[in-house]
């Protein structure tokens, strides 16, 4: 509010207000003098003004002026008053007057109760600017939010859809996963499918951060990993497959690296052959190592490697293994040891390991047995991934 604004003075003598205005010269205040306390009402209705200085009677000023101060906060208000009780006194600073006068006074002391409660209000009325700004910027946050929390369960449901069914089976094969995603957008992924009516290829990959920029790469992922069997089955290639997933983690890294994305994964990547009942597997720093299960002994498949997306010069082993005519591989994300019992890593694979032992090795019996459908607000995403047979 600045000092050159309008001021109005109310009395109830013209001569009074001029006597007011007087004490007021060269502060630069545009002043206007009423002696009608209505029509002094209708212009502070209509013009607004800074200031408003009142000198009437006791109960008159209490009647007309009394509630204005805490009504109109554009406006600061002084009241002028005779020797009353400080009691009468207060009432005026309860219903928020900028300042009281009491009779007789000195035009210095006049003047400086105009600055006060110019200032004053100054401050109130900036105070209440401030507000709506944050007001507004909040509800600009919330828009956005509403919006952003749109476009992540678009993103989600788009992701969703890129998902393999659950469960597929073939022969006396089945596979099947569970996602608990910590974001709308996962940066876990899973993907299968059948080759030439005899392999089985999977992968289960768990891409570093969350939200949207690590969900991205899954989906680079699927797009990469297609493309690659697309041009096998294309090329009518069963030799290919029949060596996968041999060269696959070596081919998804040059083309993460060749994007630049600063991100990195960790991948675990087989293929079944359903007619020879063979697994082939690479392990490209996924953890916990996969679980496998058969005739009622648990052990943990070997294998290591570093992880996609870091180092440019890297091959990644592949080992074999004989399936037998029952038995089931679990393979879950890290983003499990978040939410397990245990002080320790191995404590918490141990737990893994007794909880598949006690199942009945479905993706339902060992999601119960770890306590993921009890999960809220994961830290980590949480991904299990189940292949079985003869079940």
């Keep these: ?26 502060t630069g205040w545009v002043v206007s003098k009423f002696d009608n306390p209505d029509e ?20 008159f000023m209490q009647e007309k002026f009394g509630p204005l101060p805490s009504q109109d906060i554009d406006t600061a208000y002084v009241a002028i008053l005779p020797e009353v009780d400080p009691r009468e006194v207060a009432k005026f600073f309860h219903n928020n007057a900028s300042d009281v006068l009491i009779k007789p006074f000195a035009d210095e002391r006049f003047r400086q109760a105009i600055d006060r409660a110019s200032n004053h209000k100054s401050l109130v009325v900036q105070n209440r600017e401030y507000r709506e700004q944050l007001e507004k910027a909040n509800r600009n946050l919330k828009e956005s939010f509403r919006i952003l929390e749109q476009d992540q369960m678009a993103g989600r449901q788009v992701q969703n859809s890129l998902l ?16 608990e995603p910590s974001l709308y957008l996962s ?18 990959a768990d891409v570093s951060g969350h939200g949207a920029s690590s969900a991205f790469l899954t989906v680079l992922l699927k797009f990469i990993l297609n493309r690659i069997l697309r041009r096998h089955v294309t090329q009518n290639d069963h030799k290919a497959i029949a060596r996968a997933p041999e060269g696959f983690i070596e ?6 690296l060749a994007l630049g994305l600063d991100k990195h994964l960790t991948l675990f990547s087989a ?4 007619e020879r009942n063979i697994l082939r597997y690479s392990v490209a720093a996924h953890m916990p190592m996969p679980v496998f299960v058969t005739n009622g002994d648990v052990r943990i498949l070997p294998g290591k490697g570093k992880p996609v997306g870091i180092f440019s010069d890297c091959s990644w082993e592949v080992q074999e293994i004989v399936l037998p005519e029952k ?29 598949i032992a006690k199942s009945d090795t479905s993706i339902e019996s060992i999601c119960e047995g770890l306590g993921i459908n009890q999960v809220q607000d994961a830290p980590d995403d949480i991904t299990v991934l189940t292949l079985r047979r003869g079940y």
């Design 1 to 26: 509010m600045k000092k050159n604004g309008k001021l109005f003075i109310v009395a109830d003598k013209l001569d009074y207000c001029q006597i007011l205005e007087d004490h007021l010269a060269g």
């Design 40 to 59: 002094a009402l209708e212009k502070i209705r209509l013009e607004r003004p800074a200031v408003v200085v009142v000198d009437l009677p006791l109960e």
């Design 164 to 179: 393999p069914v659950t469960p597929m089976t073939h022969g006396d094969y089945e596979i099947a996963h569970h996602i």
């Design 187 to 204: 940066g876990d992924f899973v993907g299968y499918s059948v080759i030439f009516d005899r392999y089985m290829v999977l992968y289960a």
């Design 251 to 256: 081919h998804i890294n040059k083309q993460i």
């Design 271 to 274: 293929c079944i052959d359903m």
């Design 327 to 355: 038995f089931a591989m679990v393979i879950v994300s890290d983003g499990v040891l978040e939410v397990l019992p245990g002080d320790t890593l191995k404590a918490k694979e141990q737990f893994i390991s007794d909880t």
